[in-house]
């Protein structure tokens, strides 16, 4: 397996599937949901909405896959991330991030696809600490290798820097 870092914007991507931190309505909203939505067009919407209407929402740590749409790549992989609790342990929320990267490849895996792109699933509007974050991706992804290829993308410079230091650490 193979394990790339990546500066830059996660729907540019040209893999066989990019994976999009969502919320459980699999509706849209903003971040990184917001710019799937926005850049691959009403078809992944739609795909979306007729999964909702088959199984309901979407459960933390869990996935979905519906079509690209205009985006480079062949598939979209949903999935819900943990909101962080400031304050709390939050031993429960890393194990459901681990499941949102595991449960990723998994789909992937089943649907036939090779290469997939995370990005750093829950760092922003769910506020999960990019560090704790960036060393569940990581040691999850190595100790599953489901896929050929496992690109990290990182759109902010911190999580970039964080996720260089830790792989070069290796
Ligand atoms: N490409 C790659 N990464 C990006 C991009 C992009 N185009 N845009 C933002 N990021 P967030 P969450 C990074 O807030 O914390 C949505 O409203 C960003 O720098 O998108 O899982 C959903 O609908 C950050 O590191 O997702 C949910 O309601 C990372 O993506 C909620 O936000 C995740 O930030 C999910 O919150």
Redesign the pocket.
Known sequence: MKINLIK??????KVDAIV????S?LL?????????HR?GGPAILEACQHIRNKQGSCKVGEVVISTAGNLPAKKVIHT??P?YQIGKNNEKEKELLANCYQNSMLLAKENGLTSIAF??????????P?QVAAEIAIITVQNNPILEEVNF????E??HTIYKKLLSNE
């Not at 999009?20 to 919320?23: K, M, R």
């Not at 990005?119 to 999960?128: H, L």
């Open positions: 830059g914007d996660i729907t540019k991507f999009n931190a969502a919320n309505s849209g909203g903003s971040g990184v949901d917001g710019a799937i850049a819900v991330g909101v990005p750093n699933i829950s760092t922003g509007i769910y506020r999960f990019k993308v990182c759109f902010d911190e999580n």
